[in-house]
């Protein structure tokens, strides 16, 4: 008993040993917030539910240093939103502007829920009108009958 104790607090301190303190991404905490402020604005071109900031995708981390760069050389939030559309599109914001391109991004899935339920709602009352309440024969009686009986 002793022993396995023993073995379990130092595989206990072996693990508090390995840890370290994470290392601060960037230097300057300005500009830590405006990354994570303009981060938070553009989808994760690998993930695209997540954004920039939330991801762990190599290619989120890649994007995230080069907004640290534009930060660090001077240039404003609009400027770096306009430096990422022009590279990766407006499928990059998570809400991109409303503009004769972008139409299918702000009204398709409205206009697909729409038409969906309208479907759903012609096949019900189709389906209803097929349905008819008439009563059953005689012949269907006893047939009915002689099923139902122990």
Known sequence: MKVWLTVLLLALASLTLQAKE?????????????????????????????????????????????????????????????????RYGDFVRYRPPLKGTTLLLWFGPPLLFAGGLAGLVLYLRRRNKAITDSPLSTEEQQQADRLLQP
Do not use: W, Y
Not at 30 to 41: A, D, F, P, Q, Y
Not at 44 to 57: D, M, T, Y
């Open 22 to 86: 994470a290392a601060p991404l960037a230097q300057d905490e300005v500009t830590e917030k405006r990354l994570v402020e303009i981060s938070s604005e553009l989808r994760c071109l690998v993930c695209q539910n997540e954004s920039l900031s939330g991801s762990h995708a190599e290619l989120a981390n890649d994007l995230r240093r080069e907004i640290r760069t534009l930060i660090k050389e001077g240039k404003s939030d609009s400027e770096i939103m306009d430096f990422m559309v022009s």
